[in-house]
């Protein structure tokens, strides 16, 4: 049995965090979405109140997390915003 894995993109807001991360938090936003192309699903809503939000998602590891769109239809994840607090 294959697993299907999302492509990751990012936004433009999104990559200029990316790029200003140290080297350790960078790898870390890498397996969190490695994990997120995986099973898209598997991380918690951005915002559980939202009624129309189920394909919004976060992922966090301890300080760092990725808010991110699963768009079914294209296979990819868009993501929208990365928060270090380091």
């Not at 559980?48 to 300080?63: H, L, Q």
Request: aromatic share 10%; with cysteine; hydrophobic share 45%.
């Amino acid at each position: 049995m294959s697993v299907q894995l999302y492509a990751v993109r990012f936004s433009a807001p999104a990559a200029k965090v990316l790029a200003g991360l140290p080297e350790h938090a960078e790898e870390t936003v890498c397996d969190l979405l490695d994990a997120a192309a995986a099973d898209p699903w598997g991380y918690p809503r951005w915002d559980p109140d939202d009624p129309e939000g189920e394909d919004v998602r976060i992922a966090s590891a301890g300080r760092l997390s990725a808010i991110y769109f699963t768009n079914r239809a294209l296979g990819h994840l868009s993501v929208l915003d990365i928060v270090w607090l380091g």
